[in-house]
Nanobody, 126 residues
Framework: QVQMEESGGGSVQAGGSLRLSCTTSEPTFSAYAVGWFRQAPGKEREFVAAVRWNRVGSKVADSVKGRFTISRDEDKKTVYLQMNSLNPEDTAVYYC???????????????????WGQGTQVTVSL
């Protein structure tokens, strides 16, 4: 199973920004999509954003649209989540997950994301 590794989390004040990075050391990494999910204490895991791998297309959840941007650098095997205008409701552990099963025409949020990392904590204070 492919192991993903997240970084870039931290503590910021409301209105601030963070950029999360997700990478893998898997030399032959291949996926259908790579996405970001988050889970706050006492809440269910929530889809945040994802991008197709080796294809055009990305999806951002309505709850963060206009504030978060996802991008990828396939040469570096890295996916980024740029988070702007953060608010306390964004506080959560953010996980990077890869979908290694298709088919390609699966809607981005509907992929089976089964390969994830340890997560990175994002804390936003007033």
């Amino acid at each position: 199973q492919v192991q993903m590794e997240e970084s870039g989390g931290g503590s910021v004040q409301a209105g601030g920004s963070l950029r999360l990075s997700c990478t893998t050391s898997e030399p032959t990494f291949s996926a259908y999509a790579v996405g970001w999910f988050r889970q706050a204490p006492g809440k269910e895991r929530e889809f945040v954003a994802a991008v197709r791998w080796n294809r055009v297309g990305s999806k951002v959840a309505d709850s963060v649209k206009g504030r978060f941007t996802i991008s990828r650098d396939e040469d570096k095997k890295t996916v980024y989540l740029q988070m702007n205008s953060l608010n306390p409701e964004d506080t959560a552990v953010y996980y990077c997950e890869a979908a290694t099963r298709g088919p390609w025409n699966t809607p981005i949020p509907a992929f089976e994301y089964t390969c994830w990392g340890q997560g990175t904590q994002v804390t936003v204070s007033l």
